[in-house]
């Protein structure tokens, strides 16, 4: 396809490479890292710094309960790699198995707790309900409005700001090329092969193009001709002062549509669960709510959440599909580009899992996770 170009100013330096990453979020990076680790030539282009966009704005769980029953395998396989990430990366992420609890405020709640719980067993993931007594016990400052609760002790999280460094110091170290602040523009493609990647100055020419744009996948990819499902929605999250809840572990109340976790310096970072369906988002993108609502909820469930002083709050684009599961692999009509993009919300938790997979199926040209629940043919069959 020959077609004008948006950005022609000068001529661009070449440089090829075996694989060329777009998106410096959690999971280009990652899969960059795994693909420099087995010894390919990858370049990483960032149009802002490394974890600028979602991956730097998160939450940060990393959480196989709760999840489409689709999504579970990738969780899992995700959870496993986190587990050795910090030996892997030789830094510090602070990955911590600190515990998910989904929180019940109703009986109605607690029964759909209870169906979950026995069909995320028969999955293969260990979770367990929590009678008020227990929960209350795992986390004592919680209001007598909770009910009970459901347990997953192998999830946890981690620092997203440190897990980003140890990724960029990683790929550096294996010989990766990091280009930040270099927006991928344009492209070329001849039949069904990206050839070039053009930014500003350089012309990349790479054998395989992976496109980990998040929000802006969509659009980047209606520039070689696909049709990506994806929209942008805002995701807010709130920071308190150090305060000390006597729990570790990531709080999730999906009646109250909040949850909140502490993070390694002591703060406690909580936030709106989006009620929307998937296919309002698609038709609407944009419902943030004020600040003080959400800590009004947040503090009839943690009291001690209602007095703490808050010290900023922040936004960050969510990449939304149809059917909230990410958009992972080949396109139909391109032999060399691949999408990893549309995580819905639950991108960080699965970046490494998504890397892995992803080097495998460009390296042995098969993955090793499966990844056919993500493909974007499923939308065309849905049809
Ligand atoms: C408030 C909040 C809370 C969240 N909580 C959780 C959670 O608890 N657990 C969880 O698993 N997930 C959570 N998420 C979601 C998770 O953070 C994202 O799914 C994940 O970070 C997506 O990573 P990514 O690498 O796909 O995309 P991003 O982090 O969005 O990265 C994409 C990158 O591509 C770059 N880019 C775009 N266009 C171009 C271009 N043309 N050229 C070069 N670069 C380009 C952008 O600048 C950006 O840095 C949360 C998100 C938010 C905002």
Same mark, same amino acid.
């Given at each position: 396809?020959?077609?004008?170009?948006?950005?022609?100013?000068?001529?661009?330096?070449?440089?090829?490479?075996?694989?060329?990453?777009?998106?410096?979020?959690?999971?280009?990076?990652?899969?960059?890292?795994?693909?420099?680790?087995?010894?390919?030539?990858?370049?990483?282009?960032?149009?802002?710094?490394?974890?600028?966009?979602?991956?730097?704005?998160?939450?940060?769980?990393?959480?196989?309960?709760?999840?489409?029953?689709?999504?579970?395998?990738?969780?899992?396989?995700?959870? %496993?790699?986190? =587990? $050795?990430?910090?030996?892997?990366? !030789?830094?510090? +992420?602070?990955?911590? &198995? /600190?515990?998910?609890?989904?929180? %019940?405020?109703? =009986? $109605?709640?607690?029964?759909?707790? !209870?169906?979950? +719980?026995?069909?995320? &067993? /028969?999955?293969?993931?260990?979770?367990?309900?929590?009678?008020?007594?227990?929960?209350?016990?795992?986390?004592?400052?919680?209001?007598? &409005?909770?009910?009970?609760?459901?347990?997953?002790?192998?999830?946890?999280?981690?620092?997203?700001?440190?897990?980003?460094?140890?990724?960029?110091?990683?790929?550096?170290?294996?010989?990766?090329?990091?280009?930040?602040?270099?927006?991928?523009?344009?492209?070329?493609?001849?039949?069904?092969?990206?050839?070039?990647?053009?930014?500003?100055?350089?012309?990349?020419?790479?054998?395989?193009?992976?496109?980990?744009?998040?929000?802006?996948?969509?659009?980047?990819?209606?520039?070689?001709?696909?049709?990506?499902?994806?929209?942008?929605?805002?995701?807010?999250?709130?920071?308190?002062?150090?305060?000390?809840?006597?729990?570790?572990?990531?709080?999730?109340?999906?009646?109250?549509?909040?949850?909140?976790?502490?993070?390694?310096?002591?703060?406690?970072?909580?936030?709106?669960?989006?009620?929307?369906?998937?296919?309002?988002?698609?038709?609407?993108?944009?419902?943030?709510?004020?600040?003080?609502?959400?800590?009004?909820?947040?503090?009839?469930?943690?009291?001690?959440?209602?007095?703490?002083?808050?010290?900023?709050?922040?936004?960050?684009?969510?990449?939304?599909?149809?059917?909230?599961?990410?958009?992972?692999?080949?396109?139909?009509?391109?032999?060399?580009?691949?999408?990893?993009?549309?995580?819905?919300?639950?991108?960080?938790?699965?970046?490494?899992?998504?890397?892995?997979?992803?080097?495998?199926?460009?390296?042995?040209?098969?993955?090793?996770?499966?990844?056919?629940?993500?493909?974007?043919?499923?939308?065309?069959?849905?049809?």
């Amino acid at each position: 396809m020959r077609r004008e170009r948006l950005f022609d100013l000068h001529p661009r330096e070449v440089v090829d490479t075996d694989v060329m990453v777009i998106g410096g979020g959690i999971v280009g990076l990652a899969t960059a890292y795994y693909l420099a680790k087995r010894g390919r030539r990858v370049a990483v282009l960032e149009r802002s710094t490394f974890g600028f966009e979602a991956s730097g704005r998160t939450a940060a769980g990393v959480r196989q309960q709760g999840r489409d029953l689709r999504e579970l395998p990738l969780a899992m396989a995700s959870v %496993a790699l986190w =587990a $050795d990430l910090d030996d892997e990366l !030789q830094d510090q +992420t602070y990955y911590r &198995r /600190s515990g998910n609890i989904f929180i %019940a405020v109703s =009986a $109605d709640e607690m029964a759909k707790f !209870q169906a979950a +719980t026995e069909q995320e &067993r /028969s999955a293969g993931l260990y979770v367990e309900m929590l009678d008020r007594d227990r929960l209350k016990h795992m986390v004592p400052s919680l209001s007598d &409005r909770c009910l009970g609760g459901k347990h997953c002790p192998s999830d946890g999280m981690a620092e997203p700001w440190a897990v980003i460094r140890a990724l960029v110091a990683a790929i550096t170290r294996h010989g990766g090329r990091l280009y930040p602040n270099t927006e991928a523009l344009d492209f070329v493609v001849q039949g069904d092969r990206v050839v070039s990647v053009l930014t500003d100055t350089i012309e990349f020419r790479p054998e395989v193009t992976v496109n980990a744009a998040g929000p802006w996948a969509a659009l980047l990819a209606t520039r070689v001709g696909v049709t990506l499902p994806i929209r942008p929605f805002p995701a807010q999250l709130i920071e308190t002062e150090q305060v000390e809840l006597r729990c570790d572990g990531f709080l999730v109340f999906p009646g109250e549509a909040v949850y909140c976790r502490p993070t390694i310096s002591g703060c406690i970072h909580f936030g709106p669960i989006s009620v929307l369906t998937p296919r309002d988002v698609m038709k609407s993108p944009s419902q943030l709510s004020p600040v003080a609502q959400v800590r009004t909820k947040i503090a009839s469930l943690i009291p001690a959440l209602g007095g703490v002083h808050i010290r900023r709050a922040w936004m960050g684009l969510l990449d939304v599909t149809p059917d909230t599961l990410p958009i992972i692999g080949p396109v139909p009509g391109l032999s060399n580009y691949i999408v990893a993009a549309g995580f819905s919300g639950h991108g960080f938790g699965l970046g490494p899992g998504v890397g892995s997979a992803l080097s495998a199926l460009i390296v042995d040209g098969r993955p090793s996770i499966p990844l056919q629940a993500f493909s974007l043919s499923r939308f065309a069959s849905a049809q």
